[in-house]
Nanobody
């Protein structure tokens, strides 16, 4: 089992920044990719960014240049630095951990609200 706890969400004005954190606990040795996803009201959950244990990153096109994902393997924590936030970035942001064998794990989500 892997447990994920997100933090860092909140209310920010357009153009501002937020840094999300996702701390993993439990069988963290089995995690190879961690990522951030988001879901706005009435919309499907979508990819924001992922990062492998080796540091390879992948971003959704609309996040490139504004968002940066990073990972501290020693702390079993993944971060999402979000800059130049827009109202359309408003969503619940979820952390996901993909393990070598077994189902993916998801955090409970953290709300990000960007006001115009």
């Amino acid at each position: 089992q892997v447990q994920l706890v997100e933090s860092g969400g909140g209310l920010v004005q357009a153009g501002g920044s937020l840094r999300l954190s996702c701390a993993a606990s439990g069988r963290t040795f089995s995690i190879y990719t961690m990522g951030w996803y988001r879901q706005a009201p009435g919309q499907q959950r979508e990819l924001v960014a992922t990062i492998t244990s080796g540091g390879t990153t992948n971003y959704a096109d609309s996040m490139k240049g504004r968002f940066t994902i990073s990972r501290d393997n020693a702390k079993n924590t993944v971060y999402l630095q979000m800059n130049s936030l827009k109202p359309e970035d408003t969503a619940v942001y979820y952390c996901r951990a993909q393990v070598l064998v077994g189902p993916d794990y998801w955090g409970q989500g953290t709300q990000v609200t960007v006001s115009s």
